[in-house]
C-alpha cells in the first residue's frame, strides 16, 4: 500500500478517534469521592430557608443534605453543565425524613428553570410533579411554579421507592421543548398520548432540588450519583 496512503489513513483514524473522545468527555459525571465538591463545579441556591447555613456536608461518596424542621427549598447546580439539551440523572438515599421532597433540574437559569421532583415521605409520599420555575411569574407577585401536566396537580407512581435508607434514581431529558421523566429505569407519562412540553428556557445549568416541609420537616437526603449528557 502506498506510504502517503497509509499515513492519511492513520491521521484520520487519530482525528477520529480523539473527536470520540472530546465528545465524550463532554459529558459530566460525579461519584462524589472528591469530597471538595465545589472544585467539581458546584454551588448551591437557597430558594427557601436560612440563607446563612450550610446544609452540604461532604462524605466519601455522597453529598450528604442536613435539613431542618422548617420549610427549606435547596437547589444544587453544576457550572460545568450549562448546554441546551440535557439528560440528567442522579441517585439521591433518603436516610431519614417525614416531609421531604426531591429530583432533578435542567436548564436552571437566573429567570427560571425545569425540574422533576418527588415526595419520599409526608402526605403526598409516592407521587411526582413535573415543574417550571417561572421568576417573571415570581416578580409580578405570582406562584413562580408552574405544573407542566394539566389536569392533574400530581401523579403517583409504584416505581417510587418508600422508606428509610431507600434509593431512588431519577432521570429527565430536556431535548428541543419536550420533557421527558424516568423513576428507577421505567418512564413515567403524566400526560396521556404525549409528553410534557415547554419552550420558554432554551438553555442552563443541570442540578438537583432539595424540599423538607412543616410539620416534622427535618431530613437527611443524601446525593450518591450524578450525570448530566449533553446533545447541543
Given at each position: 500500500m502506498n506510504?502517503?496512503?497509509?499515513?492519511?489513513?492513520?491521521?484520520?483514524?487519530?482525528?477520529?478517534?480523539?473527536?470520540?473522545?472530546?465528545?465524550?468527555?463532554a459529558d459530566f459525571k460525579d461519584d462524589f469521592s472528591?469530597?471538595?465538591?465545589?472544585?467539581?463545579?458546584w454551588y448551591y441556591n437557597i430558594l427557601l430557608g436560612n440563607r446563612n447555613t450550610d446544609y452540604l456536608v461532604p462524605e466519601r461518596r455522597r453529598i450528604s443534605f442536613h435539613l431542618p424542621d422548617y420549610d427549606t427549598a435547596?437547589?444544587?447546580l453544576n457550572e460545568d453543565?450549562?448546554?441546551?439539551?440535557?439528560?440528567?440523572?442522579?441517585t439521591?438515599?433518603?436516610?431519614?425524613?417525614?416531609?421531604?421532597?426531591?429530583?432533578?433540574?435542567?436548564?436552571?437559569h437566573d429567570y427560571g428553570w425545569?425540574?422533576?421532583?418527588?415526595?419520599?415521605?409526608?402526605?403526598?409520599?409516592?407521587?411526582?410533579?413535573?415543574?417550571?420555575?417561572?421568576?417573571?411569574?415570581?416578580?409580578?407577585?405570582?406562584?413562580?411554579?408552574?405544573i407542566l401536566h394539566p389536569g392533574m396537580d400530581r401523579y403517583y407512581s409504584y416505581d417510587i421507592k418508600l422508606g428509610l435508607n431507600v434509593k431512588n434514581t431519577l432521570k429527565m431529558s430536556c431535548a428541543d421543548?419536550?420533557?421527558?421523566?424516568?423513576?428507577?429505569?421505567?418512564?413515567?407519562?403524566?400526560?396521556?398520548?404525549?409528553?410534557?412540553?415547554?419552550?420558554?428556557?432554551?438553555?442552563?445549568e443541570a442540578?438537583?432540588?432539595?424540599?423538607t416541609q412543616r410539620p416534622a420537616g427535618s431530613a437527611q437526603i443524601d446525593l450518591t450519583k450524578f450525570s448530566a449528557q449533553f446533545d447541543d
Open positions: 506510504k502517503k496512503l497509509v499515513f492519511f489513513t492513520l491521521v484520520l483514524v487519530l482525528i477520529s478517534t480523539l473527536a470520540i473522545c472530546m465528545a465524550a468527555s472528591d469530597t471538595d465538591y465545589s472544585s467539581n463545579g435547596l437547589y444544587v453543565t450549562y448546554a441546551e439539551d440535557q439528560v440528567v440523572e442522579a439521591f438515599e433518603n436516610v431519614y425524613s417525614q416531609n421531604s421532597q426531591y429530583g432533578v433540574v435542567c436548564r436552571y425545569y425540574e422533576f421532583r418527588i415526595t419520599v415521605s409526608g402526605e403526598f409520599a409516592g407521587s411526582y410533579v413535573v415543574f417550571k420555575y417561572d421568576q417573571y411569574l415570581k416578580d409580578q407577585g405570582k406562584t413562580p411554579y408552574v421543548d419536550e420533557i421527558r421523566i424516568w423513576i428507577n429505569g421505567t418512564e413515567q407519562f403524566p400526560i396521556k398520548n404525549g409528553k410534557p412540553r415547554d419552550s420558554d428556557f432554551e438553555d442552563g442540578g438537583v432540588v432539595i424540599w
